[in-house]
Structure formats: structure tokens, C-alpha cells
């Protein structure tokens, strides 16, 4: 009984975590693709997605206290609760984004098991924003 009830886990649990992650997908690149690019650009209008991932990791190693964090400031854009106060100064505080809560957990996740490779200019930018590591 045990086993099947495993069993019956994996079965249910592999679509849904499937879905999941195309849903995180689809979320990125519909709502927040339009402001965070994975370059800078001439019409930058927000951080692009490399540096905002590399603010939360350096925070939150961990996926879950990534995802617990960066769905709260989906939820709420609270400028006290900022991990990027330079990106605030430069480009004003982020507008609020409509979202169901199973939404912010998958956009969350798929910003979190993305692999946005690293721009060629950002590790000397990040130096500049924040000295030498
Ligand atoms: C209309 C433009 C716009 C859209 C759409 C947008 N953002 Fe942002 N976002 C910004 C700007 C501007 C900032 C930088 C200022 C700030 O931190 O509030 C920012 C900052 C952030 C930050 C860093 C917050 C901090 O200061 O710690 C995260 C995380 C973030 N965005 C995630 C997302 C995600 C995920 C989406 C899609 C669901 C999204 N954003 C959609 C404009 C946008």
C-alpha cells in the first residue's frame, strides 16, 4: 500500500510541477519580459533580469526563501523591503503586477532554475554598485 501510494505521488506530482514551470515561463515572458531584458538597452525602463536573479540570489541561496522573497515583492512592491536600492534611486520604484498567488510562486521558481547567462559588462557594473567582493 505504501508503495503504491508513493506510486500514485510521483504519478500526480510530475505533470503539475511540469505545468508549473511552463506557466512561470509564460508569466515572464508575457508580463515582466516587457521591462526586465536580459541586456541593457537604450530604452532600459528596468533592471534587466541577470542582476535582479543575482540581488535575490545573493540574498536567498536557497530556492525556497528565493521564491518566498520574491513572490512578497511581487505581492507589494515595499521600497523598505528593496534588495536593489540603486536600481530604485535609477529607475523609480517598480508598478504593481497583477497576479494570482500560484502565479507569483511559479514566476518565482522559473526566475529561480532559469539559466539567463551573465552579461559581458556586469561583473564590472557590479563592482562599481557595490565594491570589490
Ligand atoms: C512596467 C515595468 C515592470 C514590469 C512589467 C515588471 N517590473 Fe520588476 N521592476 C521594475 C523596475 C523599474 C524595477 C527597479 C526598481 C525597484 O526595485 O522597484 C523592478 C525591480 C524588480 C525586482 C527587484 C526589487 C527590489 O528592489 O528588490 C524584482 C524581483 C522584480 N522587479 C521582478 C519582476 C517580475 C518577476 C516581474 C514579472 C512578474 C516584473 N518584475 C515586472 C519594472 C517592472
Not at 47 to 63: C, E, S, T, W
Not at 73 to 89: I, N, T, V
Request: hydrophobic share 40%; proline share 9%.
Amino acid at each position: 500500500m505504501k508503495y503504491v501510494l508513493i506510486a500514485l505521488f510521483i504519478i500526480l506530482a510530475l505533470p503539475v510541477s511540469a505545468e508549473e514551470k511552463n506557466r512561470g515561463k509564460e508569466i515572464f515572458t508575457t508580463v515582466c519580459f516587457a521591462c526586465h531584458k536580459l541586456d541593457r538597452g537604450p530604452n532600459m525602463v528596468a533592471p534587466p533580469i541577470f542582476g535582479v536573479k543575482n540581488h535575490y540570489l545573493q540574498a536567498h541561496p536557497d530556492r525556497d526563501g528565493f521564491i518566498r522573497r520574491l513572490s512578497s515583492w511581487l505581492e507589494k512592491q515595499d521600497p523598505e523591503k528593496s534588495l536593489m536600492p540603486g536600481a530604485l534611486r535609477r529607475f523609480n520604484l517598480m508598478p504593481p503586477v497583477v497576479l494570482t498567488p500560484e502565479d507569483r510562486v511559479a514566476v518565482a521558481g522559473f526566475i529561480y532554475d532559469a539559466d539567463f547567462s551573465e552579461p559581458s559588462w556586469y561583473a564590472e557594473h557590479y563592482q562599481k554598485e557595490h565594491g570589490p567582493k
